[in-house]
Structure formats: structure tokens, C-alpha cells
T-cell receptor, first 115, second 119 residues
């Protein structure tokens, strides 16, 4: 069975500083990995996804993530954060290639940006 | 706005009452999903439709919960005899089935959710 662990429930950083949000997964089959962002009172928005190919995936808003199969990780990074990046970030694994496959979410990391 | 919409955005009810939520997916999307998100947790899958057929249900979906998608467009999620433990954000998502198995990897688009509070 698949599962997702987000090691940090909250990450405070100063504006313009770099940030890394950690995510580890467990799966006995091929994995398809995602990062979603949830702004206050809004639904989830896809930041980036890894289905296959290059292990470094670039997403929207300057975020990127690296798939590391040996460490079963998919950490999210941004070199310089902005106040507008304040949100909750969810790492997720999809149980299959098809969009109909179930998505299993981590418990989320709240990113707070200090001016 | 052509995204996924949900109604109502907020619902406060008393324990024991029935509630119904509605989700309107993106118009050409044939797949529709319901998730539940409790405070401090990520969303958990509840159920999924392809067109009007309900193809999968989670064990989280007790017999007090029922979901329908009668015409393959909008969907409703009803909770009967609500309990305080039902308080959560209920999220709907939709996606478009790919034309082949190789192309069937489209993302799920999420609505803003309905926040349910059971007193």
C-alpha cells in the first residue's frame, strides 16, 4: 500500500530565503508523485507532478521538486520565497498512471513567510 | 469561471440533520471525485464517478453517506443523520479521461470545497 509522510507540519521562513518542504513516500509499485498547494479558503491547485522521465520537475510559481527513488523522497524547493507563497502544501502519490487512480495525500506542511 | 464549483461553501447543521452538497465539474470532464479533509490533515478519497457510474467507494463512506451523478454532469453528496465527526471540508475534483491508456494521466482539478460544521 502507498503512503506519504510530510515530515514538517509547519515551516517558517523569511521572505526571499530558500525553502525545502520534505516528502517521503512508500510504495510497492511504480509511483506518480504530486505537490499541491492550498491557499486559505481555496481548493487544491497542482504545483507540479512526476510521472516519468527527468527526476527534476519544474512547476508553477518557481517551485521545483526532485524525485529520488533510492531515498523514496520527493522534496519541494524554491530558491527565493515571496509573501504570496504562504499556504499549505500537500505531497501526494497516485496509485496508478490513470487520472482515475486514487490520490493519497500527506498531512500537509504549512509554509509561513515572514517579512 | 469555468473551474469546478461547489455549493454551498459553508454549512452549519445540528447533529442528526441531513445535508446535501452539490459539485459542478468542469464541463467536458467525465470523471468526478469526492474527498474529505479534516483539520490538519490532507484530503482523503471518498468516491469516484466515471460519467454517471460510481466506480469506487472508500471504506470511509459509511452507509449514512450517498453520492449520485444522475446525468453524468453535476454530483450530489448527501449525509444522513449527521454526527459531529462528520465536520470537515468536503472537496470535489474532476478530470478528463484520456483517449488511450497512454494518454490517461490528466490531472484532477479541485473545487473550493464545502466546509461542514455539525453542532
Amino acid at each position: 500500500a502507498q503512503s506519504v509522510t510530510q515530515l514538517d507540519s509547519q515551516v517558517p521562513v523569511f521572505e526571499e530565503a530558500p525553502v525545502e518542504l520534505r516528502c517521503n513516500y512508500s510504495s510497492s509499485v511504480s509511483v506518480y508523485l504530486f505537490w499541491y498547494v492550498q491557499y486559505p479558503n481555496q481548493g487544491l491547485q497542482l504545483l507540479l507532478k512526476y510521472l516519468s522521465g527527468s527526476t527534476l520537475v519544474k512547476g508553477i510559481n518557481g517551485f521545483e521538486a526532485e524525485f529520488n527513488k533510492s531515498q523514496t523522497s520527493f522534496h519541494l524547493r524554491k530558491p527565493s520565497v515571496h509573501i504570496s507563497d504562504t499556504a499549505e502544501y500537500f505531497c501526494a502519490v497516485r496509485t496508478g498512471y490513470s487520472s482515475a487512480s486514487k490520490i493519497i495525500f500527506g498531512s500537509g506542511t504549512r509554509l509561513s513567510i515572514r517579512p | 469561471d469555468t473551474g469546478v464549483s461547489q455549493d454551498p461553501r459553508h454549512k452549519i447543521t445540528k447533529r442528526g440533520q441531513n445535508v446535501t452538497f452539490r459539485c459542478d465539474p468542469i464541463s467536458e470532464h467525465n470523471r468526478l471525485y469526492w474527498y474529505r479533509q479534516t483539520l490538519g490533515q490532507g484530503p482523503e478519497f471518498l468516491t469516484y464517478f466515471q460519467n454517471e457510474a460510481q466506480l469506487e467507494k472508500s471504506r470511509l463512506l459509511s452507509d449514512r453517506f450517498s453520492a449520485e451523478r444522475p446525468k453524468g454532469s453535476f454530483s450530489t453528496l448527501e449525509i444522513q443523520r449527521t454526527e459531529q465527526g462528520d465536520s470537515a471540508m468536503y472537496l470535489c475534483a474532476s478530470s478528463l479521461k484520456g483517449t488511450s491508456s497512454k494518454l490517461d494521466h490528466n490531472e484532477q482539478f479541485f473545487g473550493p470545497g464545502t466546509r461542514l460544521t455539525v453542532l
